[in-house]
């Protein structure tokens, strides 16, 4: 089986400036007759170096690839909280990528986090999994019960709007072509509740 890794964060053994460990120790202990290449927008700043040895020691092809200078731009409290679902959920797969991706002709494209899950409306011929850390939804529901106490309305009103957006990027990830991939039954029950879809 053929694997194209589409990643936000390189993977690490650790999680580095960002959620690194989970795809690392995927990628380590995948079954041997599994193919995997690699694009990376290294938003935890790993580096060439670091990026070449992970390469040999997974025994995978690695491209990295810069995120979008817009998105770079973008990339502040305003313009997140103003986002529909967060900014590097605008990141979409460049003319470069497209062409990488016929090249590798993957059986299935597997993205991480749960930025990509446009990437299946605009590759519908490909199989996506979208790998989450965790359920954004249940993470802001179980923020919110501990902010329900809290005297600043701001922090309440934040916490709607982060909820809402969670429940959008949840009900986008339903696509035909998409498998969801969570860590917990939790996170796992929390996404068939909300979404009211069976991909998960």
């Not at 040999?56 to 979008?68: A, F, G, Q, R, T």
Request: charged share 20%; net charge positive; hydrophobic share 40%.
């Amino acid at each position: 089986m053929k694997v194209l890794l589409v990643t936000g964060f390189t993977p690490a053994v650790e999680n580095i400036r960002g959620v690194s460990a989970h795809p690392y120790f995927l990628l380590k202990y995948r079954p041997s007759d599994v193919e995997v290449s690699m694009i990376t927008y290294d938003i935890n700043q790993m580096g060439s170096e670091y990026i070449q040895q992970l390469g040999k020691d997974l025994s995978i092809k690695i491209y990295k690839v810069e995120v979008p200078t817009k998105i770079r731009l973008l990339n502040n409290r305003l313009c997140n909280f103003l986002s529909p679902r967060g900014i590097y959920d605008l990141i979409m797969p460049s003319k470069r990528i497209k062409t990488l991706i016929e090249d590798v002709k993957p059986d299935v494209i597997w993205t991480y986090p749960n930025f990509f899950y446009k990437w299946a409306f605009v590759l519908p011929k490909f199989n996506f999994v979208h790998s989450a850390p965790d359920s954004n939804v249940l993470g802001c529901a179980r923020d919110f019960v501990n902010t329900i106490c809290s005297q600043s309305l701001l922090r309440r009103i934040m916490m709607n709007v982060w909820y809402q957006k969670s429940l959008n990027n949840d009900r986008m990830a339903g696509n035909t072509n998409s498998l969801i991939h969570f860590v917990g039954m939790d996170d796992l029950r929390m996404y068939r509740k909300t979404s009211n879809f069976d991909n998960g």
